[in-house]
Structures are given as C-alpha cells and as structure tokens.
C-alpha cells in the first residue's frame, strides 16, 4: 500500500469514528450492550484501537486500528476542530451512555418498551440540540478571542486575512453540527473596514 494511500484510509476512518461518536450521544439506548463500542470510549488510545464495522443511519462504517500518535495527526490534518474535536465527542459519548444506564427501568417491560418508542424520537431531537448548542458556545468563545486581533490590526490587508481566518474558524467548528445544523461555507465575504485602537477615522 502506498503511503498517500495510507493516510487517506486512515483519515477515511478517523471520520467514520467521528460519525460513531455523534450516532452514539444522539441514540445512547442502541449500544449499552455493545461492549466493544463501550471499551472503546474508555480512553484517548482505546479509541484509537477500535477495529469496527458497524451501520449508522443505512450507512457502513468501516474504522481501523490505528496508533494513538498517527489518530492525533489525521485529525488534525483532516477533521474540523482537530484531535479535541474528536476526543470531546468521546468523553460525550461515554457520558450519555453512562447516563442512559442508570435510568430505572419500570416493572412493566411492555410499558418501558412503549416509552421509549414513543420518546426516542424526541431524544435524538433533544440531544442534537444539546450538542449543537455545545459547539455554538465553543464558536462564539473562538471568534471572540479572535476578534480582538482583527480590531488591532494595522492595517487593511492585516484585517481581511485575519477576519476571513475567522470565518473559516467558524463553518470549520460548526460543522461538527448534523448537517442539518451547519452553517455552509462562505465563497465571498466583505470586510467592513473597523478603526484600529488607538486611531480615529480622518
């Protein structure tokens, strides 16, 4: 196998985690009893050892072994919000399924059964939108502490580059959201031109 091809195989199935992690905190009943799944969201190198070949959503997903070193550099060069990005998702993925466990289930099986039939559609709503309101707070805290270098900034080209670094900050994190979440991606944006500190408009 050649090395590029490698690598793309590799990212191929640190995204196919990625979509794991997301399917998991979304419906968290449908793998308490996946003891592989589970073992994998123990740690950072647990994970990155899952070899798995499971369907989300009508979708195969297929995801290798990989070293814990090599899954920190894919994601970073392959996954939006990087090796954090992913490792968030795990810890998420392990907390729902925790708490999913420990709900006490009724004495009547049927009526247990009829609940979480008729409640798991609004779950699945429920925790997307805990998970998109999750990365809105993390966008709003990057751009933040970005904006503060695009009002100092000199110059006007200084101010385009590090405002368009900003909005690509932005789709980059948001699209960790369920696609239909995301923000798509900006072709063209204008740059209103901001006074730097210190300096006053002639």
Same mark, same amino acid.
């Given at each position: 196998?050649?090395?590029?091809?490698?690598? @793309?195989? $590799?990212?191929?199935?640190?995204?196919?985690?990625?979509?794991?992690?997301?399917?998991?905190?979304?419906?968290?009943?449908?793998?308490?009893?996946?003891?592989?799944?589970?073992?994998?969201?123990?740690? $950072?190198?647990?994970?990155?050892?899952?070899?798995?070949?499971?369907?989300?959503?009508?979708?195969?997903?297929?995801?290798?072994?990989?070293?814990?070193? @090599?899954?920190? $550099?894919?994601?970073?060069?392959?996954?939006?919000?990087?090796?954090?990005?992913?490792?968030?998702?795990?810890?998420?993925?392990?907390?729902?399924?925790?708490?999913?466990?420990?709900?006490?289930? @009724?004495?009547?099986?049927?009526?247990?059964?009829?609940?979480?039939?008729?409640?798991?559609?609004?779950?699945?709503?429920?925790?997307?939108?805990?998970?998109?309101?999750?990365?809105?707070?993390?966008?709003?805290?990057?751009?933040?502490?970005?904006?503060?270098?695009?009002?100092?900034?000199?110059?006007?080209? @200084?101010?385009?580059?590090?405002?368009?670094?900003?909005?690509?900050?932005?789709?980059?994190?948001?699209?960790?959201?369920?696609?239909?979440? $995301?923000?798509?991606?900006?072709?063209?944006?204008?740059?209103?031109?901001?006074?730097?500190?210190?300096?006053?408009?002639?």
């Amino acid at each position: 196998m050649k090395w590029d091809e490698g690598k @793309t195989i $590799q990212a191929a199935s640190i995204e196919n985690t990625r979509k794991l992690l997301l399917a998991i905190i979304a419906t968290p009943y449908k793998y308490l009893k996946n003891t592989v799944i589970r073992d994998s969201l123990i740690s $950072q190198a647990s994970l990155a050892k899952l070899a798995l070949e499971t369907i989300v959503e009508g979708e195969t997903l297929h995801i290798s072994p990989i070293s814990l070193n @090599t899954f920190k $550099q894919r994601s970073e060069e392959r996954i939006p919000g990087g090796f954090l990005a992913i490792d968030r998702l795990r810890k998420n993925a392990a907390s729902v399924i925790n708490k999913e466990e420990k709900k006490t289930p @009724t004495k009547n099986n049927r009526t247990r059964e009829a609940i979480l039939a008729q409640l798991a559609e609004l779950n699945l709503s429920l925790d997307v939108q805990k998970r998109s309101n999750l990365i809105l707070l993390q966008t709003l805290s990057d751009v933040r502490s970005k904006l503060d270098g695009v009002v100092s900034a000199q110059d006007e080209v @200084t101010r385009k580059i590090r405002a368009a670094e900003i909005l690509k900050r932005i789709t980059a994190i948001t699209s960790l959201n369920p696609e239909m979440y $995301q923000i798509p991606p900006i072709q063209k944006a204008s740059v209103v031109s901001i006074t730097a500190k210190g300096k006053k408009n002639e």
